[in-house]
């Protein structure tokens, strides 16, 4: 389709995100997503105006040809005003083409504004996002709601066109009879009044099962996410039931919220039609006590019969414009989250070096260029300093006396990666799964997967580094991915690399296999790791232990058995377990 891919291009060379006010409402958004695209949005008027004016003129054509042609007898009138029907009628279908390209147009730029938008907004939420929207409401935006948006831009053009139809078609039939004018001027509004109504209960009941229908597939995605778990603990028989029950109760609401849009279609189409019947048998009478001609009635109907179009025009945009409205809602409603710590767009250059880094909160200081194991009783506790150490929330942490919330986010994730156990695996093949956001390097990917110990996972696969991988790679085991995660942290080459139990999943042959090879491949440059595991602490460089959030004591895994009573009985309880395992 070059008409989409021209349409992409062009967004993704004008894009400009929404200001706060364009995001302040849902009726500001839709303005918003016209206004980007001004020159496109007043041709697609302009186009549509000339093509629902062009209906209109058939009809009037048509009366010369009958009144001056067969009723006057005139052969040369009769044969002229037919070849000005052909040729309005084929530039009639001229503007028509051209309108319904300007609109697809449109209406894929809406889009694609629109996903950009919603994409770099969730970005910017970063891993706050899962904590404060729920999965399937993302989903939900992505497609059902961006599409009601995209939708709604018909309005600018088969919408305003309409507009200047009914005021042309009013005028004209002003020329013809007063009267007939009189009825055209005063039925449409009748009719926007019978309509407003459902108009208004689209928007009350839509939005409320819209809100249904993100929490219904956000418990979708969760049980599709957990099946393996699920299939384990003999749950997914209860889970799928459970889901069953829910999506009946959004069927049964999602009738109830179509019923006023199905009204508003039949409408749409009922509605001109009794419309068209009633000005018909009114100018009929008017013909037959003669005042108007056979002509004009003949360019009544057609006038009338054009109607139609503009009107149902109308009427389905204001439908599209309710749906829209309550989709807009949900959008803004996302974009109008705010990432819990601040972003800094054009902020300080890393350091030089890899660190030291420093987390004021816990006392935990990293020396550069060491192996550094953070353990604790509690794992949260530990997690939490990496959280702040790689700005995953707020943060008072700093690199070498530079804050690290001061740091431009680009820079700072060029030199810092942070590599835990829920990080999302994208479909693809093994290549750019390890690749990440990286241009491909078959001899990095390599290097990568061995550092990983993830060779015997490439090796099983048909394809090797072109053996596709699906989403989530659910088709792996926990170690497998696991394993394909850190060879992914490890593919980004940083000066910083920060690894949330890098080794839970795995036997112990392959951790020490891992560790070892990550002190290599990393050596001098700055690597932490979560762990309670005493064959990882045992070859770290430093280790740090952490009682109720607060480093209390540091040094090598011997000395701190020796010298620090917490710390031995925590690494003797940990033994026991994998002794009792």
Not at 259 to 269: D, E, M, Q, T
Request: aromatic share 4%; glycine share 10%.
């Amino acid at each position: 389709m070059p008409n989409s891919h021209a349409a992409a291009d062009r967004t993704t060379d004008d894009w400009v995100p929404p200001a706060p006010r364009d995001t302040s409402g849902p009726f500001r958004f839709l303005l918003w997503l016209a206004r980007s695209q001004a020159r496109r949005v007043a041709a697609g008027a302009a186009l549509g105006s000339a093509w629902m004016v062009g209906l209109a003129v058939p009809p009037w054509v048509l009366s010369r040809a009958i009144d001056d042609g067969l009723v006057a007898g005139d052969t040369a009138a009769l044969v002229t005003w037919s070849v000005v029907l052909v040729v309005v009628s084929v530039l009639t279908a001229v503007l028509a083409i051209l309108r319904h390209r300007t609109m697809t147009k449109i209406r894929m730029d809406a889009s694609f504004r629109t996903v950009r938008t919603v994409v770099r907004h969730t970005a910017r939420l970063g891993s706050s996002l899962s904590r404060r929207i729920g999965t399937g409401e993302v989903v939900t935006i992505g497609i059902t709601d961006v599409q009601a948006v995209a939708q709604s831009m018909t309005v600018t053009g088969p919408g305003f066109g309409a507009v200047v139809a009914y005021a042309v078609v009013a005028v004209v039939l002003y020329a013809i009879s007063p009267l007939l004018a009189l009825v055209v001027l005063a039925g449409v509004p009748l009719l926007a009044a019978t309509v407003g109504p459902l108009l208004r209960h689209i928007e009350r009941t839509g939005g409320d099962y819209r809100l249904d229908m993100g929490l219904l597939t956000t418990r979708l995605v969760d049980i599709l996410g957990g099946l393996r778990v699920l299939n384990g603990l003999g749950g997914k028989q209860f889970a799928a039931e459970r889901y069953l029950g829910r999506s009946r109760g959004l069927v049964e609401r999602g009738y109830r919220a179509g019923g006023p849009a199905s009204w508003v279609s039949a409408l749409a189409s009922g509605l001109p039609a009794l419309f068209l019947a009633a000005v018909v048998w009114l100018s009929a009478r008017m013909t037959a006590q003669g005042d108007i001609t056979v002509g004009d009635l003949v360019a009544v109907y057609g006038y009338v019969a054009v109607l139609v179009v503009p009107v149902s025009s109308l009427i389905e945009g204001g439908g599209d414009l309710a749906r829209a409205r309550v989709a807009a809602r949900r959008i803004v409603g996302l974009l109008e989250l705010r990432p819990e710590r601040d972003r800094v767009r054009d902020g300080l250059d890393v350091p030089p070096g890899c660190g030291p880094l420093a987390d004021p909160e816990s006392g935990v200081v990293v020396r550069p260029g060491l192996f550094t194991a953070l353990v604790s009783a509690r794992p949260g506790e530990a997690v939490a300093v990496m959280e702040r150490l790689g700005r995953f929330t707020r943060t008072d942490a700093t690199w070498a006396g530079v804050r690290i919330d001061a740091v431009a986010p680009g820079l700072l994730r060029e030199r810092l990666v942070v590599a835990d156990n829920d990080a999302e695996l994208f479909a693809g093949t093994v290549r750019t799964a390890v690749a990440g956001r990286h241009e491909p390097d078959d001899q990095r990917v390599h290097a990568a997967v061995r550092t990983a110990v993830a060779e015997d996972v490439v090796d099983a696969l048909p394809g090797g580094l072109d053996a596709p991988v699906t989403w989530g790679a659910s088709t792996l085991s926990g170690g497998q991915r696991q394993r394909l995660r850190l060879a992914r942290a490890l593919y980004a080459a940083p000066d910083v690399l920060l690894a949330v139990e890098p080794t839970s999943a795995v036997d112990a042959h392959t951790e020490a296999a891992v560790v070892d090879r990550l002190r290599a491949a990393r050596r001098g440059l700055t690597t932490v790791v979560t762990t309670t595991s005493p064959l990882v602490l045992d070859r770290a460089d430093e280790v740090v232990f952490l009682a109720r959030g607060r480093a209390v004591a540091s040094g090598t895994h011997e000395e701190l058995l020796r010298d620090d009573p917490a710390y031995r009985d925590l690494v003797s309880r940990v033994q026991d377990g994998q002794a009792g395992s």
